[in-house]
């Protein structure tokens, strides 16, 4: 969504939940996209039918079975993806805002940490950082990319006391990070996001 160009302020790649596509999720971001912000929406590499054996299909980032080539895959995927948005600005400086959803929020923060694009914020939405990470190997990193979790108040999968504890192992890592919480579910919030973004 938007224009390559020199105009162009901020370049915001956002990643999709568990079982969404690209072209549907990417709608989502329409109420601040346009002007000054481009909007890219890459897709997951594994797709699969939702129920059953055909009707609509979903995508997934990656799943317990070869999990580390799963990851070493979609970071090196969405690094290409990024050197080839950016082959269009040139020597124009645009800020790269990495927004990721549900699943995608891991993706993000993996992406962040273990890919070679140059990220200037990492926005955790309705999701928690992937448990497994060690914080104090990539705390230098994470303090660079202004980190920002947003959340939903009625959010079913990151709930009050999830972000309470997420919260907790942020702070005991000495991770700078602010929290945004909306008026909402487990969603990205048109609202929220104009109110934050726009």
Known sequence: MGDPSDKIE?????????????????????????????????????????????????????????????????????????AEILKYFNEHQAKIIVLGFSQGAATAVRWAVKGASQLNKLIVWGSPLPHDMEFHSCRELLNALNLTLIVGDEDHYFTKELLEKEISRLNKSKIDHGVLVFKGKHEINTEALKKYFS
């Open 10 to 82: 901020t370049i915001w790649f956002v990643l999709h939940g568990y079982a969404q596509l690209a072209e549907n999720f990417i709608k989502e971001f329409g109420s601040i996209a346009g002007g000054t912000k481009l909007i890219v929406a890459p897709e997951a590499l594994n797709k699969f039918y939702i129920k059953g054996t055909n009707g609509n299909i979903g995508a997934t980032w990656m799943t317990k079975e070869d999990r580390e080539n799963e990851i070493t895959d979609y970071v090196n995927y969405l690094d290409d993806l990024y």
